[in-house]
């Protein structure tokens, strides 16, 4: 069965240092986001990505942030400059449509990347 | 803001009892859908059931169901039969028809136990 993928799935970073979390979502999927769960919180939606470029942002996903499909499988998530509160985990999903009103809409997530930033 | 509400922070149910996990929403929107996610202590989120705003019928998926109440706005997960193996966080999602890719809303989790 299909699945997405996420690497790695553990980083350690110092504070101040970038990072690149990569996904690969399944393949025949169109819509790409980024979740992050920060330790005993909920999910909360960071970005979706669609067609090449953003499709709908957060709050939380600011200049600090930036998402690429550098090729034709990989979703890359970077942070410029990690800050503490940056650590959690980052989830990856993807989806083959969107907008709510078709069970094509079901988010396959990845297992997650837990990023520490010490 | 649209909102979702997990009332029950904790349950504890005996192994093979029925389990009901309640799910709110607040909304304006007509077309939306609702989707369950399972987060065990390993921490991946298992998607389990998924309704559409527009869907007569509630969904079924096994021994997962979601009890669909529209004008109530609200959208619990029965387990039926439960099992040792259910024990885990259970996330209630909603995907707002905003025209794009909204990502999924959740709400705060409800942690299931499920006793011997």
């Known amino acids: 069965e299909p699945e997405v993928t996420q690497t790695p799935s553990h980083q350690v970073t110092q504070m101040g240092q970038e990072v690149i979390l990569r996904c690969v979502p399944i393949?025949?999927?169109?819509?790409f986001y980024w979740y992050r769960q920060i330790l005993g919180q909920k999910v909360e939606f960071l970005v979706s990505?669609?067609?090449?470029?953003?499709?709908?942002k957060s709050e939380i996903f600011d200049d600090q942030f930036s998402v690429e499909r550098p090729d034709g499988s990989n979703f890359t998530l970077k942070i410029r400059s990690t800050k503490l509160e940056d650590s959690a985990m980052y989830f990856c999903?993807?989806?083959?449509?969107?907008?709510?009103?078709?069970?094509?809409?079901?988010?396959?997530f990845g297992p997650g990347t837990r990023l520490t930033v010490l | 803001a649209q909102k979702i509400t997990q009332t029950q922070p904790g349950m504890f149910v005996q192994e093979k009892e029925a389990v009901t996990l309640d799910c709110t929403y607040d909304?304006?929107?007509?077309?939306?859908?609702l989707f369950w996610y399972k987060q065990p202590s390993s921490g991946e989120m298992i998607f389990l059931i998924y309704q559409g705003s527009y869907d007569e019928q509630n969904a079924t998926e096994g021994r997962y169901s979601l009890n669909f109440q529209k004008a109530r706005k609200s959208a619990n997960l029965v387990i039926s039969a439960s099992q040792l193996g259910d024990s885990a966080m259970y996330f209630c999602a909603v995907e707002w028809s905003g025209g794009g890719a909204d990502g999924l809303t959740f709400g705060k989790g409800t942690h299931l136990i499920i006793q011997p």
């Open positions: 990505f669609y067609n090449n470029e953003i499709s709908e």
């Open positions: 999903a993807s989806s083959v449509l969107a907008g709510g009103s078709s069970s094509y809409n079901e988010q396959f």
């Open positions: 393949s025949n999927h169109l819509y």
């Open positions: 909304t304006s929107d007509q077309s939306y859908g």
